[in-house]
């Protein structure tokens, strides 16, 4: 199973918004409306942030939603605070797997 | 509160084996499948295994599969993931985490795996 493709990077100042997208295929994200996505300061370990496309975890602000069209999955981060800065990974139910993508460094400028 | 502790991280030459431990704590083990994600060094993220709840069904990755079990405990609320036969490119952080009907909802802060000579 390949790994889901992501930008590599994306930044915006305090205040915008950014969107991160999340490329798979009709055997897994085109699938299966089981996309999440996670992010990771350096050091510490993933953290829930987005489940079920675009359903948001107990005190994950709503400022982060995700959508889903075709095989392709989309997290979006609107008024960018500085405490986004991490990296994000998107993930989907593979049918008796999973398979996460490549992640990608959000910079907040 | 929901808990997972890896341990069993090391330092093991090419072609040993290495037993990792996930122990957990602050939620019904057995009603729960748990995965095991691992994290090259500078890289993403890489599923690696799963093992179901009570009735222990088990799936691997290609890259790792008939080299690495994934086992439980389920007295001591425990899971396990045996490695053998190592790589330097199974060289990663390990990672267990709960898995929710479809994402993982709770992770262990992760485990060092360093296969080199």
């Known amino acids: 199973q390949s790994a889901l493709t992501q930008p590599r990077s994306v930044s915006g100042s305090p205040g915008q918004s950014v969107t991160i997208s999340c490329s798979g295929t009709?055997?897994?994200?085109?699938?299966?409306?089981?996309v999440s996505w996670y992010h990771q300061h350096p050091g510490k370990a993933p953290r829930l942030t987005i489940y079920?496309?675009?359903k948001r975890p107990s005190g994950v602000p709503d400022r982060f939603s995700g959508s889903k069209s075709g095989n392709t999955a989309s997290l979006t981060i609107s008024g960018l605070q500085a405490e986004d800065e991490a990296d994000y990974y998107c993930?989907?139910?593979?049918?008796?797997?999973?398979?996460f993508g490549g992640g990608t460094k959000l910079t907040v400028l | 509160e929901v808990q997972l502790l890896d341990s069993g991280g090391g330092l093991v030459q090419p072609g040993g084996s290495l037993r990792l431990s996930c122990a957990t704590s602050?939620?019904?083990?057995?009603?729960?499948?748990i995965s095991w994600v691992r994290q090259a060094p500078g890289k993403g993220l890489e599923w690696v295994s799963a093992?179901?709840?009570?009735?222990?069904?088990?799936d691997y990755a290609g890259s790792v599969k008939g080299r690495f079990t994934v086992s439980r405990d389920n007295s001591k609320n425990t899971l396990y993931l045996l490695m053998n036969t190592l790589r330097a490119e199974d060289t990663a952080v390990y990672y267990c985490?709960?898995?929710?009907?479809?994402?993982?909802?709770?992770w262990g802060q992760g485990t060092l795996v360093t296969v080199s000579s």
């Open positions: 093992i179901g709840g009570s009735g222990g069904g088990t």
């Open positions: 602050g939620f019904t083990f057995t009603n729960w499948a």
């Open positions: 079920d496309v675009n």
């Open positions: 985490a709960r898995q929710n009907t479809g994402y993982h909802d709770y």
């Open positions: 993930s989907s139910f593979a049918g008796t797997s999973w398979v």
């Open positions: 009709s055997s897994d994200i085109g699938a299966y409306d089981y």
